[in-house]
């Protein structure tokens, strides 16, 4: 499978067979966000930087609430949880969107802002490619983070809704989050775009990678 990093919170990810999975498609954050066609949408939550449905090409089936489906091979789960510490009731609520594809485990955290729980890593597991916010301010911060890491234990860790070069919301960079990990555990892609099997799943660390977002 191929994930490629679209910017913010947006990834398209795409099955060898070539079915597209686009989730968290954004809109004005200060940069534009590249035309991408995809199969299916998923929006953890309908605001602005989430729920741009007309950025994408094609006509895709669109998931934004908790649900069990497969769309052309892709397996798709729709988890609920909260957009903060309040049980949403500051923010609302959010869509945590878990996908199989090519034997792959992916999960997508969306704006999660709710406190690790038990209850909850246990609903996500397994998971091989964990995607998650790290910016703090409106989601789940640096050291929380962490902690979602730790208990999940994913083979692959792509960070998400940081501050980059340009966009317009008050987030933090992704630099305390990384200096959490070793140096051998994270690495800087200067590319938008990895692909992976299930044999470049490793067993004894988690890898961080900081991906480029494409432009």
Do not use: W
């Amino acid at each position: 499978m191929k994930i490629r990093y679209l910017g913010h919170s947006c990834f398209s990810l795409t099955e060898s067979t070539g079915t597209t999975v686009v989730c968290d498609p954004y809109g004005d954050v200060g940069f534009p966000m590249p035309r991408v066609r995809a199969d299916v949408v998923t929006m953890s939550h309908d605001h602005y930087d989430h729920n741009n449905l007309a950025a994408v090409d094609g006509k895709p089936v669109v998931f934004n609430e908790e649900c069990q489906e497969e769309v052309a091979g892709v397996s798709i789960t729709g988890i609920k949880s909260a957009h903060d510490d309040e049980e949403g009731r500051k923010r609302g609520k959010n869509v945590i969107f878990k996908f199989r594809m090519d034997g792959v485990d992916v999960c997508h955290l969306g704006d999660l802002g709710e406190e690790c729980s038990s209850s909850l890593i246990e609903t996500l597991l397994p998971v091989d490619v964990l995607m998650l916010p790290v910016g703090g301010k409106y989601t789940i911060d640096a050291e929380q983070a962490k902690e979602y890491v730790d208990r999940i234990m994913p083979s692959i860790v792509i960070p998400m809704h940081y501050k980059t070069k340009g966009l317009d919301l008050d987030i933090d960079k992704p630099d305390d989050f990384l200096d959490m990990f070793d140096e051998e555990e994270v690495e800087y892609l200067e590319d938008s775009e990895i692909e992976l099997t299930r044999d470049d799943l490793g067993e004894d660390m988690t890898k961080v990678i900081l991906m480029e977002r494409d432009r």
